[in-house]
């Protein structure tokens, strides 16, 4: 079989401060039709640039400086304008990480759908109206033949991303580029999304590159996998072979991430007075009740994750924990004492007690402020320093995050890497030196290397300070990691809770068990083996883990 892509030596350069560097050194890359190949790699390794690139594409301020990239014998490099309008959208796609980003707010999803196949005449508005329905029933989405005609805040995340695959399959493409289409998606949602994506570039024999850096989903999608490091190729294999007998030091250390595993810490005294106590809390957002009479504890020094599916309630617990969301019936105590529901009725030592780390350091992070304004702030707020004793402060705290404070303190955000952003996040939550810490989704955005960075960071600070955390989470390899307790969530009602050896051990209620099973593991025929232990003959037969 003739290839479909080729890509050969491949060098492609960013700008900074007007001066072009280099971010992908001299790389080939082939795809033959119908074939998917795994592009992995820590943040920073040049993936997502690489799968761009396939298609002739680089973002503003990157370019392709040097090597050649061909489609189908289209040279896309040496390609007019005209030619790439012609194939991107109708022979190559792109489905994004982020869909509720990618789709226009303002229109509904079957609008958005038919717009590729009517613009590159593959069919009319109302034949591609006819075939998205079918794609939305292929993919397994819920009411097909209405759901395209919701607006996309309508749908949820997972649902959202199937359209979007759905979308980019409207012309029946020969290449899609994935690029981390299920990173941000809970274990349930992300089986569906892997199963509709697998069955469906199964199906019409597309080829794919699969960007990601989570190893267990890439190994049930790819036949073979690339990985990459600083913008060099460390080694390609299939599959099978690169999993079982990777070759490279760099390789095997991505194999063995997630080694880290606090021990389980004695249980907590019966009369021990809980940091934080959540009793009997019911909220809900205007009209529409959220949370059901939820009540867990955290103690002192202790972490417990907060796991459950998109729309469990997990964030607006959060949320009225911090005073952000007052409950309409129940309390929050904080060391034995109620806390107002309003955050606006707290003083500033409740406030300070209690703070958040975000899940998207890239937002949570005034772009146009440097670090030690944005770590100085609450240092400042809370503790009333200014000046150089606030600047030695925020040096301070970035020495405890493990980055150098006279090397970042005058940075801004974009100078630094995820991780290190998120460890101002951490910094920043630290500078009010709080009791309480809500860790929110903190490692879902970060590749396996820098995740268990964070993790070790955060577990070495609990022991340093005795902090409490509450570790919202959907990612139950980081629960093993790190919590203590453990508390599950469905539908805005917590529906198991004990210390985490417990509940991983069976038996699980039924709830905690399709979680559990859920989760991928590093063995390229866990997806079939698990579609057949739930009775599925063919991946796109069932909403895979949900009863629809």
Request: net charge negative; charged share 25%; glycine share 8%.
């Amino acid at each position: 079989m003739t290839d479909l892509v080729v890509m050969r030596d491949i060098e492609i350069e960013g700008r900074s401060d007007e001066v072009w560097m280099p971010i992908i050194k001299g790389i080939d890359l082939t795809l033959k039709k119908g074939e998917v190949l795994g592009l992995i790699g820590e943040s920073g390794a040049g993936k997502s640039t690489l799968g761009l690139a396939a298609m002739g594409f680089a973002r503003d301020g990157v370019r392709i400086s040097g090597g050649s990239v061909e489609f189908d014998g289209i040279d896309l490099l040496a390609a007019s304008a005209d030619v790439k309008r012609g194939l991107l959208g109708k022979r190559i796609a792109y489905v994004a990480q982020s869909a509720a980003a990618s789709f226009n707010p303002a229109h509904k999803l079957i609008d958005q759908h038919t717009e590729g196949p009517t613009q590159h005449g593959v069919m009319s508005k109302s034949e591609s109206e006819m075939d998205g329905i079918e794609l939305y029933r292929k993919l397994r989405l819920p009411n097909p033949d209405e759901i395209g005609f919701r607006y996309p805040h309508q749908v949820s995340g997972g649902q959202l991303q199937r359209a979007m695959t759905a979308m980019a399959m409207s012309c029946r493409p020969d290449l899609i580029i994935f690029d981390e289409p299920t990173t941000a998606l809970d274990v349930t949602t992300q089986i569906e999304v892997l199963a509709s994506i697998r069955d469906i570039v199964e199906e019409y024999d597309t080829a794919a590159i699969y960007i990601t850096h989570d190893l267990a989903v890439v190994a049930q999608m790819a036949d073979r996998i690339k990985v990459l490091l600083k913008g060099d190729e460390v080694e390609e294999n299939e599959t099978r072979e690169m999993l079982s007998h990777p070759k490279e030091d760099y390789t095997k250390s991505l194999w063995a991430v997630r080694e880290f595993k606090r021990p389980q810490k004695p249980a907590v005294h019966t009369d021990a007075t809980p940091v934080v106590s959540v009793q009997h809390v019911t909220a809900a957002y205007g009209k529409v009740p959220v949370l059901h009479d939820i009540s867990f504890d955290i103690h002192a020094g202790r972490t417990v994750a907060v796991v459950g599916e998109s729309g469990s309630g997990k964030s607006t617990a959060a949320r009225c924990i911090t005073g952000l969301l007052p409950p309409s019936e129940g309390v929050i105590e904080f060391d034995g004492e109620a806390l107002p529901g309003n955050y606006r009725q707290r003083n500033k030592m409740q406030l300070r007690q209690a703070q958040m780390i975000y899940q998207m350091a890239d937002t949570a992070l005034n772009p146009r402020k440097t670090i030690g304004e944005i770590i100085g702030r609450p240092v400042q707020f809370y503790m009333g320093l200014t000046g150089r004793e606030k600047r030695k402060r925020v040096e301070e705290l970035l020495e405890q995050i493990e980055l150098p404070g006279s090397q970042y303190i005058d940075r801004l955000p974009s100078e630094l890497s995820g991780g290190q952003k998120q460890r101002i996040g951490i910094a920043r939550a630290l500078a009010a030196e709080p009791k309480f810490i809500i860790c929110d989704e903190v490692t879902s955005a970060l590749d396996q290397l820098v995740a268990e960075g964070i993790l070790r960071l955060l577990a070495q600070l609990q022991d340093e300070l005795g902090l409490s955390y509450m570790f919202i989470t959907h990612d139950l390899a980081t629960v093993r990691s790190i919590a203590d307790e453990v508390v599950v969530m469905k539908d805005g009602q917590v529906v198991e809770q004990g210390p985490k050896d417990e509940m991983f051990t069976p038996p699980h209620h039924p709830y905690t068990d399709l979680l559990l099973s859920s989760v991928p593991e590093m063995d390229p025929d866990w997806l079939t083996n698990l579609l057949a232990e739930r009775g599925v003959d063919n991946i796109g037969d069932a909403a895979v883990g949900k009863m629809d």
